[in-house]
């Protein structure tokens, strides 16, 4: 049979396996560590919003604690399908939509709006950063928190060894290989996803698509003083996933803004 090989936009196919590339990424940790995070700086919230949620994992763990009505959004409607399809199978009462964090249209307003795991990073430049910011401020109520991460040029550095040439099998379904790079001169993370849909008989690849996600890695300097161009504040910026301040070593930092 003749194969075909596809170009996607990135989180179509990836979509299907996505839960399965992030297998070892701890989002129950990830969750505490928001919960954390709004408790010190806003801790009477209710009214939760995440941007850029994928397949809905921290949505789902942050639901669990029973504290914050929760909607999730992602501009990837094959994303937001997975999330739905996980949020059926636990009675979820998370509201999923699809949504562009540019151009955000929601009849609410948030405590506090977050968004994590690199998102951030999709945009290229300090213009679609302070659009962001600008969107997140029609939905937050007037003391409400924006928190989101993104990563930094030495993370990139170090994910390479183990990124580039990641490759597995899915419930013999599926086959992906990465490769990873990293331009350290204009700051671009390139993953390229090559997915393998696979004859569940006989293993033999039935279709490839493939995916190319760049992202435009940041330095805290050049955060903080996009920062500055929006009407936010910085309340905290900490380093990964604790409660200390980020510094030059930082791999991922979190902003914690109002
Ligand atoms: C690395 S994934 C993170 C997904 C999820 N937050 C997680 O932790 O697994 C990045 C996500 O950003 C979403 N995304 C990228 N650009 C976006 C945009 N302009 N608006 C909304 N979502 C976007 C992608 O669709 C993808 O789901």
Redesign the pocket.
């Known amino acids: 049979m003749k194969q075909t090989q596809v170009t996607k936009p990135?989180?179509s196919s990836l979509a299907d396996i996505y839960d399965e590339v992030?297998h070892n990424v701890d989002?129950e940790s990830w969750a505490d560590y928001l919960d954390e995070i709004i408790l010190q700086h806003q801790p009477e919230a209710a009214e939760i919003l995440e941007?850029?949620?994928?397949?809905g994992?921290?949505a789902l763990s942050l639901e669990e604690l029973d504290c914050y009505n929760i909607t999730a959004?992602?501009?990837?409607a094959d994303?937001i399908r997975i999330a739905k399809k996980k949020g059926v199978q636990v009675n979820s009462e998370i509201h999923f939509h699809t949504?562009?964090?540019?151009n955000i249209n929601l009849a609410k307003t948030f405590d506090v709006v977050f968004?994590?795991?690199?998102?951030l990073n999709?945009l290229h430049n300090g213009d679609e950063i302070i659009k962001l910011h600008n969107e997140v401020r029609k939905v937050l109520k007037p003391d409400g928190i924006f928190v989101y991460d993104f990563t930094t040029p030495r993370n990139s550095r170090k994910a390479i060894s183990y990124l580039n040439n990641e490759s597995k099998t899915i419930d013999r379904k599926f086959r992906y290989f990465r490769e990873s790079s990293f331009d350290g001169k204009n700051r671009i993370h390139t993953n390229l996803f090559r997915i393998q849909y696979l004859n569940h008989k006989n293993g033999s690849v039935e279709s490839t698509h493939e995916e190319i996600h760049h992202q435009k890695i940041y330095t805290i300097d050049e955060m903080e003083t996009i920062i500055k161009q929006t009407d936010f504040t910085i309340l905290q910026a900490y380093d990964g996933f604790e409660l200390k301040p980020a510094h030059e070593k930082s791999l991922r930092i979190t902003m914690v803004l109002q």
């Open positions: 990135p989180y992030m989002y941007l850029a949620c994928g397949t994992t921290i959004t992602d501009a990837s994303m949504m562009d964090f540019l968004m994590v795991f690199d998102s999709y």
